[in-house]
């Protein structure tokens, strides 16, 4: 019970996930094709459950649940394929293999449905364990589903390890897990091909065998979503450590900021005048990135009174001489005093990047903060 609410939380935390980043970028066919990929697969697991199922054939006819289930299966698989299609070099011989691919799986699905429209009542009711084989659309029906399975999850498990060698960790990490997922699913599905055509002739699986691959599918599966999802995951974990991470920033150049922003009100950059700029300017990371340049811009329009005439270096000065000065020279530029220099640039970065800027400026926003 709990494995089974673990693996619905990521599969359907995935499928949230994925939505979203869709609605942000409708036209990426990758992402497109993951999406509807993990939504097949969502909307699959609930005519699994007995219940469901049964409930499902009331309202259409006796083994529909069996039916839809695979087809979202097949479509689940068809989708996988295509992310790796569409995610190709060349992009146009992956649109035409896509196309191909799309034509086999319709085949497959018309050749099932035909074969569960066909079969007697109540047949494909149950498990593949309990179906009576030796009716022959019973067993074409288990028959070609699990052959297209095998042939896809085979496929999609050779090009995911071919992207989890070109990758580096963390993301080959989720790569790998997610390549024996579904390597393990198609060993399990070209086994019980074996089954379905050895019971067709008239042969008797022992019970602990069909318990065993089950088992194997079960795990094969959990693994699979586990590494689609350790991906999302470390993503998140990495969005959030750097959202904390800019948010702490922001609030520790306060004191710069709001020294320079009396001084000179004007640098302080306001939203667009809409709903959903002003939305969009209250983001951890708009409001970081904004502060640093109005900041920037403040310490440009100042800088022309930290002149000195002893011949000092201002910008050799550590943070907290140079906390020092700024005081006195916004103290000086709210008089209206005429500067003494030219401007120039203060508190420059040892390094190229906004996120060493923000350092060097953190620096002296201490200075100021133990200083006041």
């Not at 097949?40 to 006796?62: C, G, I, K, N, R």
């Not at 599966?221 to 586990?226: D, G, H, N, R, W």
């Not at 974990?237 to 702490?248: E, F």
């Not at 306060?254 to 002003?278: F, H, I, K, M, N």
Request: hydrophobic letters at 50%.
């Amino acid at each position: 019970m709990v494995l089974r609410i673990v693996f619905l939380s990521g599969l359907f935390a995935a499928v949230l996930w994925k939505l979203a980043q869709l609605v942000r970028d409708p036209r990426n066919a990758p992402l497109r094709s993951l999406a509807l990929c993990l939504l097949s697969a969502a909307a699959s697991y609930p005519l699994t459950m007995p219940q469901s199922a049964e409930d499902f054939d009331m309202v259409a006819f006796h083994g529909a649940a069996k039916l839809v289930q695979n087809l979202l299966l097949l479509a689940t698989l068809y989708f996988l394929m295509a992310f790796f299609l569409y995610s190709a070099a060349d992009e146009s011989a992956g649109q035409r293999r896509a196309r191909r691919e799309a034509g086999l799986v319709f085949a497959v699905a018309v050749v099932i449905t035909l074969c569960a429209v066909a079969v007697p009542e109540e047949e494909l009711a149950g498990s593949f364990s309990t179906a009576d084989m030796t009716v022959s659309q019973v067993a074409g029906f288990y028959l070609v589903a699990g052959l297209y399975m095998t042939y896809a999850l085979a496929a999609a498990g050779m090009w995911t390890r071919h992207y989890a060698r070109a990758s580096r960790r963390p993301h080959s990490t989720g790569l790998w897990i997610a390549a024996w997922g579904m390597s393990g699913m198609a060993v399990a599905c070209a086994v019980r091909a074996v089954f379905v055509v050895t019971r067709w002739a008239g042969g008797a699986i022992p019970e602990g065998l069909l318990n065993a691959v089950e088992a194997l599918l079960v795990v094969s599966i959990m693994a699979f979503v586990l590494g689609i999802t350790y991906l999302g995951a470390w993503s998140r974990y990495s969005a959030s450590r750097l959202w904390l991470s800019r948010r702490r920033t922001h609030r520790r150049l306060e004191p710069l900021w709001r020294l320079l922003s009396e001084t000179y009100p004007d640098t302080v950059l306001q939203p667009q005048p809409t709903w959903a700029g002003r939305l969009r300017a209250r983001g951890v990371h708009r409001r970081y990135h904004r502060r640093i340049v109005e900041i920037r811009d403040g310490l440009l329009r100042i800088s022309p009174h930290l002149y000195a005439s002893s011949g000092d270096d201002l910008l050799a000065l550590d943070p907290p001489e140079l906390a020092r000065r700024l005081r006195a020279a916004t103290a000086k530029a709210g008089t209206g005093a005429r500067a003494a220099g030219t401007a120039f640039p203060l508190a420059a970065p040892d390094a190229d990047g906004r996120e060493a800027d923000a350092r060097q400026l953190v620096k002296l926003a201490d200075a100021l903060r133990v200083s006041a």
